[in-house]
């Protein structure tokens, strides 16, 4: 479920990309565009407009393509009109109707006398269904926020967390001065997709591509840096947790014991990157990226790494090796 509820005038008002549009338009009760959207899904009702209504689902959006309007208009023409006043009975948020077809004013007074909205697309009921599946896999998503820096290098969302003042946006700042884009700056918001993928964008979209640099203040990196040095959202694929260096820890030197976190029931990869003056963050940052896309192709640099040593040890040429050091020195 969404943190908030989702009304008909919310997908009304939905602002989406030209290929995304859903082209709605309300035809009847305008009243009722208040009506709370509780499922994810589309139903085609036409079992329940032949009075079958086991499992009826709803709470969601009722579709109405060429098919369920000419049996709409057999049950007017034939005065059977009973199933569809039981249809109605059941609360349903809204019904809408493809390619521009409109129904009866029998049929938009009987929807606004039960509260229920009617609105009309002019897309192909396929296309339409499939534009609002994806819409609602966006509203429905699980979602929380946290704190941390998201960005894009090379293809990969690196999502940089880790305690205040220890350097996240400088970071950030260096690989956008670098070409790489910023998503959001200081509060993320995440969403799990399709049940095994991690969506992060700015919380607030005003502000999410500002950026606050201690000594400095706000900057836009947008206008400092060109539209093409940010991007809205991104797939979380690498958490990078930067910490104060701590000289009595041991870090990972090899990269074979990869940890995650789980993040809404997706757990994806994180490393822990120690900070003390004169380590290059970004570069860092930069390799584990590529790294990362490597382990994408198939590639695992440490494991390979175990596999040579395993090879050279068993060869024996490591005991010639070691026996013919000199230890005069």
């Known amino acids: 479920m969404a943190d908030k509820v989702f009304t008909v005038l919310d997908l009304l008002d939905m602002e989406l990309p030209e290929h995304s549009q859903l082209h709605l338009k309300c035809i009847g009760g305008r009243a009722s565009l208040s009506n709370v959207i509780t499922a994810p899904e589309v139903n085609r009702p036409g079992l329940a407009l032949t009075g079958f209504f086991d499992s009826f689902a709803r709470g969601c959006v009722q579709l109405f393509g060429a098919t369920e309007s000419a049996y709409l208009k057999k049950l007017y023409d034939e005065n059977n009109t009973q199933s569809l006043a039981q249809m109605f009975e059941y609360g349903i948020p809204c019904v809408i109707f493809a390619r521009n077809i409109i129904p009866s004013d029998d049929f938009i007074n009987l929807a606004e006398a039960s509260g229920c909205a009617v609105l009309k697309t002019e897309l192909e009921i396929t296309e339409f269904q499939l534009r609002l599946l994806r819409v609602f896999s966006n509203v429905f998503a699980p979602k929380k926020t946290l704190h941390g820096v998201l960005v894009e290098v090379y ?31 200081d509060i993320v918001e995440i969403r799990c997709v399709n049940g095994n993928s991690i969506l992060g964008q700015g919380a607030n979209k005003l502000i999410s591509h500002h950026m606050e640099i201690r000594g400095l203040g706000i900057i836009n990196i947008a206008q400092m840096y060109g539209v093409g040095s940010i991007r809205e959202q991104k797939e979380i694929q690498l958490v990078i947790r930067l910490e104060e260096w701590d000289n009595a820890k041991v870090y990972d030197r090899v990269g074979n014991n990869m940890e995650t976190l789980d993040f ?37 640099s440490a494991r390979d790494f175990n596999q040579n040593i395993l090879k050279w040890i068993e060869t024996g040429e490591v005991q010639n090796t070691y026996y013919g050091i000199d230890d005069s020195y």
């Open 155 to 185: 293809g990969i969302g690196i999502l940089l967390t880790g305690h205040s003042g220890v350097g996240k946006s400088e970071c950030a700042l260096e690989l956008v001065e670098r070409g790489h884009r910023l998503v959001a700056d």
């Open 264 to 300: 809404l029931g997706v757990r994806v990869p994180t490393i822990e990157i120690p900070v003390k003056p004169g380590r290059n963050l970004p570069i860092i940052i930069e390799a584990a990226a590529m790294n990362e896309r490597l382990k994408f192709r198939g590639y695992n």
